[in-house]
């Protein structure tokens, strides 16, 4: 993901547009990203992952 922000990886984590494995790089990329100005962003990526989690087992 190129130029990242708080803005463009919560669109792109809860949006339609990319893969399971792009999400997934993208978030782990703004966990590694200390420059990146994310308020609360660990809370933000825990919810997102909780929430991904849930989603998968539901459709099972």
């Known amino acids: 993901m190129s130029e ?3 803005e463009k990886i919560a669109r792109a984590l809860k949006g ?9 790089e993208a978030a782990t990329e703004a966990w590694l990203n200390d420059d990146l100005f ?3 962003k660990d809370d ?3 919810e997102w992952l909780c929430n991904l989690l ?6 099972k």
């Open 16 to 24: 339609a547009g990319l893969s399971s494995k792009q999400r997934i």
């Open 44 to 46: 933000f990526l825990f």
């Open 4 to 6: 990242l922000s708080s």
């Open 38 to 40: 994310f308020p609360n």
């Open 54 to 59: 849930i989603r998968s087992n539901l459709k």
